[in-house]
């Protein structure tokens, strides 16, 4: 879709405007963007570097540089696979990896059809119930090594 006549685009270059286009907001402008379209995608990042009169490398560098700018669209369903000291202890690579098996993606993919993204946190605060797993925005706590997703496999389609 094309940046004129894509209603994103439009929001964007408002929100752009509403900073005064000044190089200095380029971190508010990439919050935009991703709150916007759910992702930064490259089209996007240059739109962005255009609009801030900014080299399309420091664009991507920034984008790149923080964690919580996704370069990729997020699937329908999230899981956060918790790896904390508390996790790990009590076998969060185990889960992982059988997340990784039965959707056949690595920590920080999507499937192909967009419905699950999976990644991991250094810690999502909940130590006392670990193995913990965050899906979509819900904790699962004591979480089981052996089917971690049982309960919530058939939310994922």
Known sequence: MSTATDDR???????????GYEKSSLLEVLNSAQGIFGYLG????KFIA????LPYSKVYGVATFYNNFKLKPKGRHNI????????????????????????????GGTTSD???SLLTARCVGTCS??????????I??????????????????
Do not use: M, W
């Open 50 to 53: 255009k609009r801030l009169q």
């Open 80 to 107: 956060v696979v918790c790896t904390g000291t508390a996790c790990h202890i009590k076998g969060s690579e185990k889960i992982l990896q059988k997340i990784e098996q039965r959707y056949g993606i690595k920590a």
């Open 129 to 138: 119930v670990a193995p913990v797993i965050v899906f979509d925005e819900q």
């Open 42 to 45: 490259i089209d996007t990042l």
């Open 9 to 19: 685009y439009k929001a964007l270059e408002k929100a752009i405007k509403k900073l």
């Open 140 to 157: 699962k706590a004591n979480v089981s090594l052996e089917n971690p997703l049982c309960d919530i496999e058939e939310s994922i389609k």
């Open 114 to 116: 967009e419905a699950l």
